[in-house]
């Protein structure tokens, strides 16, 4: 073998083990979601017995950062509440489960484009500035009634 086939063939293993490691750390990574960004854990068949979305809907915010919570329950074929009202200038923070199975749930309108699993609450944080009707869809295909999946949040001035 020649030298210089002596040393790409080195290169070559040097940076396939490299490319091993990094999709190893990635994938110890990968394995658990911190809360920080955005994503919690709920028991799927107990969604309704958990005070947050029991009556989920606009709540008040105890927290300073934003103006209020935001819940809503995904589940085969609708989203509860059916609509909402939202004072424009305010600060959301959205919050997505679902009880049985994936359900999408975008925005129209808006960067909020959230996946609704079992298991897990989805959130995002928003201003809504300006007066006017977003319409939520699903966009996770989940059944028959998939299509006729939707709710609205209202932006009233
Ligand atoms: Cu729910 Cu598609």
Same mark, same amino acid.
């Given at each position: ?5 002596k ?16 999709i ?9 979601t ?12 107990h969604?309704?017995?958990d005070a ?13 950062d934003?103006?209020?919570? &935001? ?8 989203? +509860? @509440? *059916? /609509?909402?009202? $939202?004072?424009?200038?305010s ?11 994936v359900?999408?749930?975008q ?12 298991? &897990?609450?989805s ?6 500035? +300006? @007066? *006017? /009707?977003?319409? $939520?869809?699903?966009?996770?295909y ?16």
């Amino acid at each position: 073998m020649h030298k210089f086939e002596k040393i790409w063939l080195s290169a070559g293993t040097a940076s396939l083990a490299i490319f091993l490691i990094i999709i190893g750390i990635s994938a110890v990574h990968g394995g658990h979601t911190p809360a920080a960004s955005g994503i919690e854990t709920i028991n799927p068949e107990h969604v309704r017995d958990d005070a947050r979305f029991k009556e989920p809907g606009l709540k008040e915010s105890a927290d300073d950062d934003y103006d209020y919570d &935001l819940y809503f329950v995904a589940s085969a074929f609708m989203y +509860e @509440p *059916g /609509e909402v009202e $939202i004072p424009s200038g305010s600060t959301v923070k959205i919050h997505v489960t679902s009880p049985d199975v994936v359900h999408g749930f975008q925005v129209v309108g808006t960067n909020i484009n959230m996946i609704a699993e079992p298991g &897990l609450i989805s959130t995002y944080e928003m201003t809504f500035d +300006e @007066p *006017g /009707e977003h319409l $939520i869809v699903c966009n996770e295909y989940c059944g028959v009634g998939h299509t006729d999946m939707t709710s609205m949040i209202n932006v009233v001035a």
